[in-house]
């Protein structure tokens, strides 16, 4: 009916021996293979070249340009802030944010506006957040 434990053990050490043997044969065999692509050697033709870079299809995409220019808006956000001299909604700062020349794409800008000072609203940021989509600068929130 079923095997006794000894044969389960001499069975279990069988596959692992043959895993061991297999593991070897797979190694040796992706150590032949790339020493042959070094080398150029050999009956395997040559790797296909890697397609060329394409140029960036939207400036935004690079993560440095897009952080300076995240920082510019909370700056400019912080600037309308100050100038209101109380806590505005998203969408009152939105059209201050238009006028200085910042584009915030999507269907709601307000929405992407709002998740933008939302992240830069915590411990120690530059904004705090006072309630649905409301900030002010977190020097200004502080009642003390």
């Known amino acids: 009916m079923f095997p006794n434990e000894a044969e389960v053990e001499a069975a279990l050490a069988a596959l692992r021996r043959q895993r061991d043997a ?14 042959g692509r070094r080398l150029g050697a050999g009956s395997l033709p040559p790797p ?4 060329a870079a394409e140029p960036e299809a939207h400036p935004g995409e690079d993560i440095a340009a897009a952080r300076r220019q995240g920082r510019a808006l909370v700056a400019a956000a912080l600037e ?7 806590p505005l909604h998203a969408g009152e700062i939105l059209p201050g944010l238009t006028a200085r020349g910042f584009d915030l794409p999507g269907h709601d800008p307000v929405a992407a506006l709002n998740t933008r000072l939302w ?26």
């Open 22 to 35: 297999l593991d070897r044969q797979i190694a040796d065999h992706a150590l032949y293979l790339e020493l």
């Open 48 to 51: 296909a070249p890697l397609p």
């Open 80 to 86: 309308i802030l100050h100038e209101a001299g109380r």
């Open 119 to 144: 992240k830069r609203s915590g411990p120690g940021g530059p904004l705090r957040r006072l309630g649905d989509a409301v900030y002010a600068p977190s020097e200004e929130a502080d009642p003390a």
